[in-house]
């Protein structure tokens, strides 16, 4: 099995199997550039400019755990039903991280272009957000309002049905 | 957390409620800007019901969010010796709610029916194709699901022509009817009838509308 480094922001290198590496479509598509260029012998090096160092680290640990042996390449998974309740669970855990840290994943999932991963962190992502309220939101995430007074006001008009339970949420 | 991409903005609201995107719509402006996409709404419409396809577009957009069960139905076509009763026992469902559904008033109504929608439960949309329409004799918006797509693709635009042949065959009788019934001749009544779609209330507001006018100008 052949190996490939990719480097991080911070010129940290990781050594990966390139199938673990190949579930990025970014990196199995420079991989290939690579390879036509440069040949079958050389170390492939993969520098990856908009990843830190964590973030790689963890992304990796996905690309991993999902390419272990009774996953096939193409990412289409014909995994076994205790394998593919196993990787749940994995997928559970691995998704217990702060906030802070879901957003770089996110990023990094979307840049390096990991399709599992971007949807399981999409999930996460989504899974903080659902049943809070705009304010809620907004602190959570550290976004800002920047609706005028009169069109908040008429898009929270717009939608009453779906605010009426923020005050029960409020007093939770 | 401002700086996401908008393709994955589309894919985390996908994952959340019909109630949580409308209320998220008053979070930011790019957020607001995100979630109006049609795009957002049908994938939490398919993720809410588990739908595997969808088809059409609703009348009103609002419809994707606020999609209850009751908009949900199977199209039924009938065939002439079938009563409201054999629907409903094929379809395990109530009588009442069928006619209900369908505007129906009495049994023998079923007659004028090409086809009836029947109520489905929550269980049966799960991996179902779906198709937005809006049906003319019902009145209603409705969500008709199927186990074919293709059957969803091809079958309405037939049912939408049976509709006009009833209309031209029907038309005669209803310009006699408005004809007799506001004391104008029948190509007048025709001309009404055409110009309101073929709808006899608003042919007769029309033709007081336009005779109001008439002797206003007198």
Redesign the interface.
């Known amino acids: 099995m052949r190996t490939v480094i990719l480097r991080s922001s911070d010129g940290a290198d990781h050594i990966v199997s390139s199938e673990a590496a190949s579930l990025s479509r970014t990196v199995q598509s420079l991989l290939e550039e690579l390879e036509a260029k440069e040949g079958e012998e050389s170390p492939l090096i993969v520098p990856l400019p908009n990843v830190c160092d964590c973030t790689l680290r963890k992304v990796l640990q996905y690309c991993i755990q999902h390419t272990e042996p009774g996953t096939n390449l193409t990412g289409r998974i014909h995994v076994s039903e205790t394998r593919r309740r196993d990787l749940e669970v994995w997928d559970r855990n691995y998704m217990l991280v702060s906030t802070d840290e879901l957003?770089h994943l996110?990023?990094a999932a979307?840049y390096l272009n990991v399709p599992g991963l971007?949807?399981l962190c999409?999930?996460g992502?989504?899974?903080l957000?659902?049943?809070k309220?705009?304010q809620h939101?907004?602190q959570h995430?550290?976004?800002?309002?920047?609706?005028e007074k009169a069109e908040?006001e008429d898009?929270?008009r717009t939608?009453l049905?779906?605010?009426v339970?923020?005050k029960e949420l409020a007093k939770k | 957390?401002?700086d996401?991409?908008h393709?994955?903005l589309i894919?985390?609201?996908?994952?959340?409620?019909?109630?949580?995107?409308?209320?998220?719509?008053?979070?930011?402006?790019t957020?607001?800007a995100v979630i109006q996409q049609a795009e957002v709404a049908r994938a939490v419409l398919k993720r809410t019901w588990g739908i595997t396809d969808l088809v059409g577009y609703p009348r009103k957009k609002s419809l994707y969010?606020?999609a209850g069960l009751s908009h949900f139905a199977i199209q039924h076509t009938c065939r002439y010796w079938e009563s409201l009763t054999s629907v409903a026992v094929h379809y395990n469902v109530d009588v009442a709610a069928i006619r209900v559904l369908n505007n129906l008033i009495s049994e023998h109504s079923l007659r004028s029916r090409q086809y009836v929608f029947v109520p489905v439960q929550r269980e049966q949309i799960r991996g179902k194709a779906a198709r937005f329409i809006y049906d003319k004799v019902v009145d209603r918006d409705l969500i008709i699901i199927s186990d074919n797509i293709d059957k969803l693709l091809a079958g309405t635009p037939e049912c939408e022509k049976c509709q006009i042949a009833i209309l031209d065959d029907g038309v005669l009788k209803l310009s006699q009817l408005l004809g007799r019934g506001l004391r104008i001749d029948e190509n007048t009544a025709k001309f009404y009838l055409a110009d309101a779609g073929g709808d006899l209330k608003k042919a007769i507001k029309l033709f007081e509308e336009d005779r109001r006018w008439e002797f206003k100008g007198q």
């Not at chain 1, 995430?141 to 609706?147: E, Q």
């Open positions: 957003y996110v990023m979307h971007l949807e999409c999930e992502i989504a899974n957000i659902r049943g309220s705009p939101v907004r995430f550290g976004l800002v309002n920047n609706f908040e898009i929270r939608n049905w779906a605010l339970d923020e | 957390m401002d996401l991409d393709e994955v894919n985390i609201f996908s994952h959340v409620g019909p109630a949580d995107v409308a209320r998220l719509r008053a979070v930011c402006r957020w607001d969010l606020v």
